[in-house]
């Protein structure tokens, strides 16, 4: 069933696609009306094919990130939850990728939908077959060609033998221009069985069939102009009133999706008496407009990413050669970063508007823009926002954007400086001296900004803060820093200005950086209340790896108990991090999972005590990622039960249950259980499941009163 669904739900992102692109496909038909119809075949296969691959490298709201964002938006709330996948950014292949669960109403639909499907190709075939043996009664005329009074235009079918149908007291010479008709389609039933299959599949789309309406009457249109090609205008009027000789549909006979028919005819003869061949110049413009519709429907996004420059970390000089003198969105600086709740994001730079360029940097309108992983924009800040003055500012061509935690909180800040040209007397001023012994030609001196990274948005929490250094001594400043932190202090960090060191301390109630005067004796209270408070309210537990940096660091809180309450655990502490704050139970070990033929200090495990069992997850530090989440209760336990037809064994809401991982290899893990059953039954076992495929296999268990295990065989997975 979770299979269904998954089909299901990337039927309906496709066609709400669709959609979406019918004003666009509507008017490119309406555009191209008088023009040779053989253009338009090749815009309704693009059309099609959209329909059906999920594969592009954009969508059409691409454009707009605010309606990229509501158009997931709306997918996440089909009623399909997507595991290991946080956030609404994703991609066609997550829902293939990762286990799903479908709501009862989800489940109801793709039921219904994929009936829809089967309803709608039965019934096509069903009449199919019945138009077939009605029309077979008719009178032979000729080879393969079958007078029939059951209908009143031409009728065609077969797909290696085809049947012509002719109505009874048709002309010859009409019939003569209709087998020109006919000669001119090619490979026509494969073409109508993909398009009937393809409007079956969304056949909840009113667009859909009216895309299958318009796709007939291009068809005909298509097999007149080649009937006739650059033929003499006088045959063209002949072929035009044989057309006109041929009745409009009747009711005789109800025809399938399959039947192929002359309808249409009076709008095909009016066309076929006007119709004005192609010169070169039209065909290059048909082309053009291809083009354009196959950017539309599959290239936008690399196209956007060319209008915009390109992101690479060094763009290239658009005064050399580029097509457009004012670039958008080109990346100065980029830095993989992770959310407060651990999901990836890219902290980017972005010249908007340029101004001049030299050897070095740019000058011009910038802004500061956090994405997903998949390039959407989640938040961004002008230079107004983030330094408060608007107007243009100036950075380096090899800028490096540095982030770091440096009030603890487990959310990630940004440094951005801009350059200061001080006058003496400010300098003077902001050194307090009286002699100008420091001269401020001496200095390079910048003002910096921190900037909290947070879930969906960005906010400045400290600001105006100066720096200063020797231009002949060994630290340099640019227009992005690492901060110094002071050791064993988590809220005070310290930045140099000419002789003196300036402290910033973070304030909880504001919610920002002030600067403080602190001595030593200050920065040891500091240092004292720190330490104080990390033993008595958290303790941390970590993993290392080959090279002796913390890799894994858990945070636990004991409580009135004694237990350690997990509070965090985090993966790449020192950078990158990525975060988890939602485990709920009490920390019991931390360790690594070792394999043979795997990358050592790969896998870690956390085992902690849940609100319902023992359990534990896996982590994957080399891709910072959920590897496996093992349950928290007995609800799966109680499945592979029923799977493997164990039906005496049931489990109470609340059984005590002990989880364990015994063994993980080539992406199967071993899983041992022992655990209290309902009437005082106790089981222990275990069974493999296998991540990839999402199977459970090899289950094996005993009773507490039966010591001999009761193994069951694989289920057959069909």
Same mark, same amino acid.
């Given at each position: 069933?979770?299979?269904?669904?998954?089909?299901?739900?990337?039927?309906?992102?496709?066609?709400?696609?669709?959609?979406?692109?019918?004003?666009?496909?509507?008017?490119?038909?309406?555009?191209?009306?008088?023009?040779?119809?053989?253009?338009?075949?090749?815009?309704?296969?693009?059309?099609?094919?959209?329909?059906?691959?999920?594969? !592009?490298?954009?969508?059409?709201?691409?454009?707009?990130?605010?309606?990229?964002?509501?158009?997931?938006?709306?997918?996440?709330?089909?009623?399909?939850? $997507?595991?290991?996948?946080?956030?609404?950014?994703?991609?066609?292949?997550?829902?293939?990728?990762?286990?799903?669960?479908?709501?009862?109403?989800?489940?109801?639909?793709?039921?219904?939908?994929?009936?829809?499907?089967?309803?709608?190709?039965?019934?096509?075939?069903?009449?199919?077959?019945?138009?077939?043996?009605?029309?077979?009664?008719?009178?032979?005329?000729?080879?393969?060609?079958?007078?029939?009074?059951?209908?009143?235009?031409?009728?065609?079918?077969?797909?290696?033998?085809?049947?012509?149908?002719?109505?009874?007291?048709?002309?010859?010479?009409? /019939?003569?221009?209709?087998?020109?008709?006919?000669?001119?389609?090619?490979?026509?039933?494969?073409?109508?069985?993909?398009?009937?299959?393809?409007?079956?599949?969304?056949?909840?789309?009113?667009?859909? =069939?009216?895309?299958?309406?318009?796709?007939?009457?291009?068809?005909?249109?298509?097999?007149?102009?080649?009937?006739?090609?650059?033929?003499?205008?006088?045959?063209?009027?002949?072929?035009?009133?044989?057309?006109?000789?041929?009745? %409009?549909?009747?009711?005789?006979?109800?025809?399938?999706?399959?039947?192929?028919?002359?309808?249409?005819?009076?709008?095909? *003869? #009016?066309? /076929?008496?006007?119709?004005? =061949?192609?010169?070169?110049?039209?065909?290059?413009?048909?082309?053009? $407009?291809?083009?354009?519709?196959?950017?539309?429907?599959?290239?936008?996004?690399?196209?956007?990413?060319? =209008?915009?420059?390109?992101?690479?970390?060094?763009?290239?000089?658009?005064?050399?050669?580029?097509?457009?003198?004012?670039?958008? &969105?080109?990346?100065?600086?980029?830095?993989? $970063?992770?959310?407060?709740?651990?999901?990836?994001?890219?902290?980017?730079?972005?010249?908007?508007?340029?101004?001049?360029?030299?050897?070095?940097?740019?000058?011009?309108?910038?802004?500061?823009?956090?994405?997903?992983?998949?390039?959407?924009?989640?938040?961004?800040?002008?230079?107004?926002?983030?330094? &408060?003055?608007?107007?243009?500012?100036?950075?380096?061509?090899? /800028?490096?954007?540095?982030?770091?935690?440096?009030?603890?909180?487990?959310?990630?800040? *940004?440094?951005?400086?801009?350059?200061?040209?001080?006058?003496?007397?400010?300098?003077?001023?902001?050194?307090?001296?009286?002699?100008?012994?420091?001269?401020?030609?001496?200095?390079?001196?910048?003002?910096?900004?921190?900037?909290?990274?947070?879930?969906?948005?960005?906010?400045?929490?400290?600001?105006?803060?100066? !720096?200063?250094?020797?231009?002949?001594?060994?630290?340099?400043?640019?227009?992005?820093?690492?901060?110094?932190? $002071?050791?064993?202090?988590?809220?005070?960090?310290?930045?140099?200005?000419?002789?003196?060191?300036?402290?910033?301390?973070?304030?909880?109630?504001?919610?920002?950086?002030?600067?403080?005067?602190?001595?030593?004796?200050?920065?040891?209270?500091?240092?004292?209340?720190?330490?104080?408070? *990390?033993?008595?309210?958290?303790?941390?537990?970590?993993? %290392?790896?080959?090279?002796?940096?913390?890799?894994?660091?858990?945070?636990?809180?004991?409580?009135?108990?004694?237990?350690?309450?997990?509070?965090?655990?985090?993966?790449?502490?020192?950078?990158?991090?990525?975060?988890?704050?939602?485990?709920?139970?009490?920390?019991?070990?931390?360790? =690594?999972?070792?394999?043979?033929?795997?990358?050592?200090?790969?896998?870690?495990?956390?085992?902690?005590?849940?609100?319902?069992?023992?359990?534990?997850?896996?982590?994957?530090?080399?891709?910072?990622? #959920?590897?496996?989440?093992?349950?928290?209760?007995?609800?799966?336990?109680?499945?592979?039960?029923?799977?493997?037809?164990?039906?005496?064994?049931?489990?109470?809401?609340?059984?005590?249950?002990?989880?364990?991982?015994?063994?993980?290899?080539?992406?199967?893990?071993?899983?041992?259980?022992?655990?209290?059953?309902?009437?005082?039954?106790?089981?222990?076992?275990?069974?493999?499941?296998?991540?990839?495929?999402?199977?459970?296999?090899?289950?094996?268990?005993?009773?507490? *009163?039966?010591?001999? !295990?009761? !193994?069951?065989?694989?289920?057959?997975?069909?």
């Amino acid at each position: 069933m979770n299979w269904l669904g998954r089909i299901f739900y990337t039927v309906l992102s496709m066609s709400g696609m669709m959609l979406f692109l019918a004003p666009l496909v509507l008017l490119l038909r309406f555009g191209m009306r008088n023009q040779e119809k053989k253009f338009m075949k090749w815009e309704w296969w693009l059309v099609y094919l959209r329909s059906l691959c999920p594969v !592009a490298l954009s969508s059409p709201i691409c454009l707009f990130d605010s309606w990229n964002r509501q158009y997931h938006l709306f997918l996440s709330t089909l009623g399909l939850t $997507i595991e290991e996948q946080s956030g609404i950014m994703n991609s066609w292949s997550a829902v293939f990728l990762h286990p799903v669960h479908m709501t009862k109403a989800f489940t109801v639909c793709a039921v219904t939908w994929a009936a829809g499907v089967f309803l709608v190709l039965f019934s096509a075939f069903f009449v199919q077959r019945r138009v077939k043996q009605t029309l077979m009664q008719g009178k032979e005329i000729g080879e393969d060609i079958l007078e029939s009074g059951t209908t009143s235009v031409p009728v065609r079918f077969g797909f290696f033998h085809k049947i012509h149908v002719v109505p009874a007291g048709m002309h010859a010479r009409d /019939m003569r221009y209709y087998l020109q008709h006919i000669q001119a389609h090619s490979f026509e039933n494969a073409k109508r069985i993909v398009v009937v299959g393809i409007t079956a599949i969304h056949w909840f789309n009113p667009v859909m =069939w009216l895309y299958y309406i318009l796709w007939n009457h291009d068809e005909e249109y298509l097999a007149d102009e080649k009937a006739v090609h650059k033929k003499p205008s006088a045959e063209c009027r002949e072929y035009a009133q044989g057309l006109l000789n041929i009745q %409009k549909e009747s009711k005789k006979l109800h025809l399938s999706l399959f039947t192929i028919r002359e309808g249409n005819v009076e709008k095909r *003869a #009016q066309r /076929m008496m006007y119709l004005k =061949w192609d010169k070169t110049g039209e065909k290059l413009l048909n082309f053009l $407009i291809w083009s354009v519709t196959l950017i539309l429907l599959f290239l936008l996004a690399p196209m956007k990413i060319a =209008w915009s420059g390109g992101t690479w970390q060094n763009p290239v000089d658009s005064s050399k050669g580029s097509l457009f003198s004012n670039i958008k &969105g080109i990346v100065i600086a980029k830095t993989d $970063i992770s959310s407060p709740d651990g999901l990836d994001r890219i902290l980017k730079l972005e010249l908007l508007e340029k101004d001049k360029t030299d050897k070095d940097s740019y000058t011009g309108t910038f802004a500061l823009r956090m994405y997903d992983d998949f390039d959407n924009r989640i938040a961004s800040l002008s230079m107004k926002d983030i330094f &408060g003055t608007g107007g243009s500012y100036a950075f380096p061509k090899d /800028m490096n954007l540095f982030v770091g935690d440096y009030n603890g909180d487990g959310t990630q800040e *940004a440094v951005l400086g801009k350059k200061l040209s001080l006058s003496q007397k400010e300098f003077d001023r902001m050194t307090e001296q009286t002699d100008s012994s420091q001269k401020v030609k001496d200095y390079t001196v910048y003002s910096y900004s921190v900037i909290n990274l947070e879930k969906e948005n960005m906010q400045v929490i400290g600001s105006d803060i100066c !720096a200063a250094v020797s231009k002949n001594g060994k630290k340099e400043l640019s227009s992005s820093v690492e901060l110094d932190t $002071i050791e064993d202090i988590t809220t005070v960090f310290s930045v140099p200005f000419a002789k003196e060191t300036q402290y910033y301390v973070w304030n909880q109630e504001k919610g920002k950086y002030e600067q403080k005067d602190l001595s030593k004796k200050d920065l040891e209270q500091y240092k004292t209340d720190s330490t104080a408070e *990390a033993k008595e309210e958290t303790q941390e537990h970590t993993l %290392k790896n080959n090279s002796g940096s913390t890799a894994v660091l858990v945070t636990t809180k004991k409580d009135s108990d004694g237990n350690e309450d997990i509070r965090s655990l985090i993966l790449s502490p020192k950078k990158n991090q990525k975060k988890w704050d939602n485990i709920h139970g009490y920390y019991c070990d931390l360790k =690594w999972i070792t394999q043979e033929n795997v990358l050592n200090n790969r896998y870690a495990m956390l085992i902690y005590n849940g609100t319902k069992a023992q359990t534990f997850t896996v982590y994957d530090t080399k891709t910072r990622t #959920q590897y496996y989440q093992q349950e928290d209760g007995t609800t799966q336990l109680a499945k592979v039960f029923k799977q493997y037809k164990e039906d005496d064994i049931t489990f109470e809401d609340g059984a005590v249950v002990v989880y364990n991982l015994k063994e993980l290899k080539d992406d199967i893990l071993t899983i041992g259980f022992a655990g209290q059953a309902d009437n005082g039954i106790t089981v222990k076992g275990s069974y493999q499941y296998d991540i990839k495929k999402k199977l459970t296999t090899n289950f094996t268990y005993s009773r507490e *009163a039966d010591t001999d !295990a009761s !193994a069951s065989p694989s289920p057959t997975t069909k």
